[in-house]
C-alpha cells in the first residue's frame, strides 16, 4: 500500500510554542522521496523538504527541522517558536520511484498560530 | 528555474459549460505532468497521469470523458472540464516531471487553479 497518515487533522497554539507535526508513512518500495508542503490560503504549495529513502540525516532549517526514522516510518516536522505566518495547511507527501512517480499526499494538518 | 504556470488562476462558469486549464512548464521540458485535484479542507488527490504523445492515465473513479487532458507539447498540458457541474468545483493543481532528470522526485507544482460552477 501506498499511504501517507498525518494523525493530527488541527492544531493550535500559541505564538513561540513549539509544535510538532506527525508523519506516517507506509511503503512498498526501498526508494522513495518523502516531501513536507505548505499551503496557504491561497492555495500554491510551498516546498519546504525533500528527503531520499537512503538519508536518514535530520535536517534543520532556521526554525524548522525534520526527524526522518525509518524504523518506525516516521518522518516528523518541528516548527520551533512558532509565528503567526506559520498558520497554514501542511501536508506531508511521498513519491516512488519505481510505482506511478506521482505525488501520494498525506490529508494535511491545519496549523494555527494564535498571537 | 523550474517554473509551472497555470492558467487562469481561477474561472467561474455555468453548469453545463466547458472550461479549459493549462499547465506549461516555462523552463523545462516535462514529458509527463500530473493532475490532482482538492476540494475544500481536503488533501490532494491524482486525477490523471498527462504523457506527451499519448493518452492520459486516470485514476480509478475519474471520468476520462468528463476530464479531457491533452499533452501535445512538452511544455504543455490542458485538462478541459466537459460539461461541468457545481460539484466539480475544486481546486486543481498540475505537477510537471523534469525530462532531464533521472529522478522522479525532480517535480514542480504550479500554483493552481480554482474552478467554480455556478
Known amino acids: 500500500a501506498q499511504k501517507v497518515t498525518q494523525a493530527q487533522t488541527e492544531i493550535s497554539v500559541v505564538e513561540k510554542e513549539d509544535v510538532t507535526l506527525d508523519c506516517v508513512y507506509e511503503?512498498?518500495?526501498?526508494?522513495?522521496?518523502l516531501f513536507w508542503y505548505k499551503q496557504p490560503p491561497s492555495g500554491e504549495l510551498v516546498f519546504l523538504i525533500r528527503?531520499?529513502?537512503?538519508?536518514?540525516q535530520n535536517e534543520i532549517s532556521g526554525r524548522y527541522s525534520w526527524n526522518f526514522q525509518k524504523s518506525t516510518s516516521s518522518f516528523n516536522f518541528t516548527i520551533t517558536a512558532s509565528q503567526v505566518v506559520d498558520s497554514a495547511v501542511y501536508f506531508c507527501?511521498?513519491?516512488?520511484?519505481?510505482?506511478?512517480?506521482?505525488?501520494?499526499f498525506g490529508p494535511g494538518t491545519r496549523l494555527s498560530v494564535l498571537p | 528555474g523550474a517554473v509551472v504556470s497555470q492558467h487562469p488562476s481561477w474561472v467561474i462558469c455555468k453548469s453545463g459549460t466547458s472550461v479549459k486549464i493549462e499547465c506549461r512548464s516555462l523552463?523545462?521540458?516535462?514529458?509527463?505532468m500530473f493532475w490532482y485535484r482538492q476540494f475544500p479542507k481536503q488533501s490532494l488527490m491524482l486525477m490523471a497521469t498527462?504523457?506527451?504523445?499519448?493518452?492520459?492515465?486516470?485514476e480509478q473513479g475519474v471520468e476520462k470523458d468528463k476530464f479531457l487532458i491533452n499533452h501535445a507539447s512538452l511544455t504543455l498540458s490542458t485538462l478541459t472540464v466537459t460539461s461541468a457541474h457545481p460539484e466539480d468545483s475544486s481546486f486543481y493543481i498540475c505537477?510537471?516531471?523534469?525530462?532531464?532528470?533521472?529522478?522522479?522526485?525532480?517535480?514542480?507544482f504550479g500554483p493552481g487553479t480554482r474552478l467554480t460552477v455556478t
Open positions: 511503503t512498498r518500495d526501498t526508494t522513495y522521496y
Open positions: 523552463d523545462f521540458q516535462a514529458t509527463t
Open positions: 507527501a511521498l513519491i516512488f520511484d519505481n510505482y506511478g512517480q506521482n505525488f501520494v
Open positions: 498527462s504523457n506527451e504523445g499519448s493518452k492520459a492515465t486516470y
Open positions: 505537477s510537471a516531471r523534469d525530462s532531464r532528470s533521472p529522478s522522479s522526485y525532480e517535480q514542480y
Open positions: 528527503r531520499n529513502s537512503f538519508d536518514e
